[in-house]
């Protein structure tokens, strides 16, 4: 049981230490760094946007083609209430 205590302690100080070193990794990112984060983002955004319209039309698409059934079947049922060619 110490063992396993040591191993936790040790393990658990590791990551102390790596926490550290990342904020401090982070605190000294550059404004350079920063601005290629903000290009990234915007870039990401107009990605986004596009895929967004893309989806959109599919969706509209996909709407209209189903109505188009629906209307042929509605028109279909009635030529054949019409026509008497049912039953």
Do not use: P
Request: net charge negative; with cysteine; charged share 25%.
């Amino acid at each position: 049981m110490l063992h396993e205590y040591r191993q936790l302690s040790q393990t658990f100080e590791d990551v102390k230490a790596e926490k550290k070193c990342l904020k401090d990794k982070s605190d000294d990112l550059s404004c350079s760094q920063l601005d290629d984060s903000d290009s990234l983002k915007n870039e990401l955004n107009v990605n986004v946007s596009q895929r967004h319209c893309s989806l959109r039309l599919v969706v509209v698409t996909v709407a209209c083609v189903w109505i188009t059934c629906c209307w042929q079947n509605v028109l279909r049922e009635t030529d054949l209430g019409q026509t008497g060619g049912g039953s």
